[in-house]
């Protein structure tokens, strides 16, 4: 298949297609360099300016103060469940950590083995909603308060960062990382892996404010340590020249085709909302996995009253190029992610496709005979 469907995949996902023909082009020769951008060294000139550049266009798009560093890091988000814990914690320090969904829960388990670790607030079993501040058992004196902005599994999502009681945030974004602005105020660390909304995998963004970075513990391993990749300027080692590069291209996207981060963040609502109402208005036939107020903008979690009818779903989308939607396993059903690069066209396709599906089963005989869901916990 050489025609492109609509990929509805939580990571690696959906990328612009003007950035996709531009790293074809690149693959070949670089304009001016007369090599591919895989051939080039990372202490190249070339290479200064794509980290320059790439480092410059996300201090402007997410508009980072200055008393934070920008490290390009490898190991995927799940390198910092550790590196946060050992830089931050040890011997008689603690942290908070709040668990919305799977990967809060699994970063925490990664603290657990680098100092004493509690958990201000669990969602489990289901993970259907962030806390409300009131709800939080925060004890005074943490390094920091981690928390998952966006639960790609679970799609639950937080509309403003989460109360403290004074300690600094460390927040996972990778799956809404550039999808709307971010409020430093409270941020200590922020990290993500790219491929969500920021290319392939293969880099790690990391923000972290200097104030943090001086609290890091002494004598780590230089490769675990943020304050030697801060003072190698992201080149410790051989950096992931290619990620950084589309990163950087999806950086200009955001900035001249998209209009900048204000008009991607009210896209995504838009194309979220199309979906919700759709799955709200079916009459109980399909219900969401979260709850309203923590639905997420980027991953749409939902299902209908059987996996049987889940699966056929799921074959017929696949076979109207409505490709990736299988939730995960953990949670079942649906999932259809709508990060910044896939269109709206792709969100009206699969509502179409929905509506079709659900009038058609409404109106079977066999189909009404089967038990409809109740309106979902949303
Ligand atoms: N955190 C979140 C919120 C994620 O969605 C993912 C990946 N899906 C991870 C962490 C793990 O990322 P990686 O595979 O890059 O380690």
Same mark, same amino acid.
């Given at each position: 298949?050489?025609?492109?469907?609509?990929?509805?995949s939580a990571?690696?996902?959906v990328m612009?297609?003007?950035?996709?023909?531009?790293?074809?082009?690149?693959?070949?020769a670089?304009?001016?360099?007369?090599?591919s951008?895989?051939e080039i060294?990372?202490?190249?000139?070339?290479?200064d300016?794509?980290?320059?550049?790439?480092?410059?266009n996300?201090?402007?798009?997410?508009?980072?103060?200055?008393?934070?560093?920008?490290?390009f890091l490898?190991?995927?988000?799940?390198?910092?469940?550790?590196?946060?814990?050992?830089?931050?914690?040890g011997?008689?320090? !603690?942290?908070?950590?709040l *668990?919305?969904?799977?990967?809060?829960k699994? =970063?925490? #388990? $990664? +603290?657990?083995?680098e100092?004493?670790v509690?958990?201000?607030?669990?969602?489990?079993?289901?993970?259907?909603r962030v806390?409300?501040?009131?709800?939080?058992?925060?004890?005074?004196?943490?390094?920091y308060l981690?928390?998952t902005?966006?639960?790609?599994?679970?799609?639950?999502?937080?509309?403003?960062?989460?109360?403290?009681?004074?300690?600094?945030?460390?927040?996972?974004?990778?799956?809404?990382?550039?999808?709307?602005?971010?409020?430093w105020?409270?941020?200590?660390?922020?990290?993500?892996?790219?491929?969500?909304?920021?290319?392939?995998?293969g880099?790690?963004?990391v923000?972290?404010?200097?104030?943090?970075?001086? !609290?890091?513990?002494?004598g *780590?391993?230089?490769m675990?340590?943020?304050? =030697?990749? #801060? $003072? +190698?300027?992201?080149?410790?080692?051989?950096p992931?020249?290619?990620?950084?590069?589309?990163?950087?291209l999806?950086t200009?996207?955001?900035?001249?085709?998209m209009?900048?981060?204000?008009?991607?963040?009210?896209?995504n609502?838009e194309k979220?909302?199309m979906?919700?109402?759709?799955?709200?208005?079916?009459?109980?036939?399909?219900s969401?996995?979260?709850e309203?107020?923590?639905r997420?903008v980027?991953?749409?979690?939902?299902?209908?009253?059987?996996?049987d009818?889940?699966?056929?779903?799921?074959?017929?989308?696949?076979?109207?190029?409505?490709?990736?939607?299988k939730?995960?396993r953990?949670?079942?059903?649906?999932?259809?992610?709508?990060?910044?690069?896939?269109?709206?066209?792709?969100v009206? =396709?699969?509502?179409?496709?929905?509506?079709?599906f659900?009038s058609?089963?409404?109106?079977?005989?066999?189909?009404?005979?089967?038990p409809v869901?109740?309106?979902?916990?949303?």
């Amino acid at each position: 298949m050489t025609e492109r469907v609509f990929n509805f995949s939580a990571g690696p996902a959906v990328m612009p297609l003007p950035v996709l023909k531009e790293v074809q082009r690149d693959l070949v020769a670089l304009p001016g360099v007369g090599m591919s951008i895989l051939e080039i060294s990372h202490r190249s000139p070339w290479f200064d300016d794509i980290l320059a550049e790439a480092e410059e266009n996300l201090r402007r798009i997410l508009e980072i103060p200055s008393d934070y560093r920008v490290l390009f890091l490898q190991g995927g988000a799940q390198l910092q469940f550790s590196m946060v814990p050992i830089n931050l914690l040890g011997p008689g320090r !603690r942290a908070e950590y709040l *668990l919305t969904g799977s990967w809060g829960k699994k =970063a925490m #388990a $990664e +603290a657990k083995r680098e100092g004493d670790v509690h958990v201000a607030w669990n969602g489990k079993p289901d993970y259907v909603r962030v806390p409300r501040d009131g709800e939080l058992d925060i004890q005074p004196g943490a390094e920091y308060l981690h928390y998952t902005s966006n639960e790609t599994i679970e799609g639950v999502q937080f509309v403003v960062p989460p109360a403290s009681a004074g300690a600094p945030l460390v927040c996972d974004a990778s799956s809404d990382f550039l999808s709307a602005s971010v409020d430093w105020e409270r941020m200590g660390l922020l990290y993500a892996c790219a491929q969500k909304n920021a290319g392939p995998a293969g880099m790690t963004v990391v923000v972290i404010q200097d104030q943090l970075l001086a !609290r890091r513990r002494d004598g *780590l391993h230089s490769m675990l340590d943020f304050r =030697a990749h #801060a $003072e +190698a300027g992201s080149r410790l080692n051989t950096p992931p020249v290619f990620a950084i590069y589309v990163f950087l291209l999806i950086t200009r996207w955001i900035e001249r085709e998209m209009g900048g981060l204000a008009a991607l963040a009210r896209f995504n609502r838009e194309k979220a909302e199309m979906l919700y109402r759709l799955l709200d208005d079916s009459g109980g036939f399909y219900s969401t996995h979260a709850e309203r107020a923590s639905r997420s903008v980027m991953n749409v979690t939902f299902r209908t009253a059987t996996e049987d009818l889940d699966r056929e779903l799921l074959q017929r989308a696949d076979r109207r190029g409505l490709a990736q939607l299988k939730g995960h396993r953990s949670v079942g059903g649906m999932r259809a992610s709508l990060y910044n690069a896939l269109p709206q066209a792709g969100v009206e =396709a699969l509502c179409d496709f929905l509506e079709e599906f659900r009038s058609e089963h409404q109106r079977d005989p066999v189909g009404s005979a089967r038990p409809v869901a109740t309106a979902g916990a949303g």
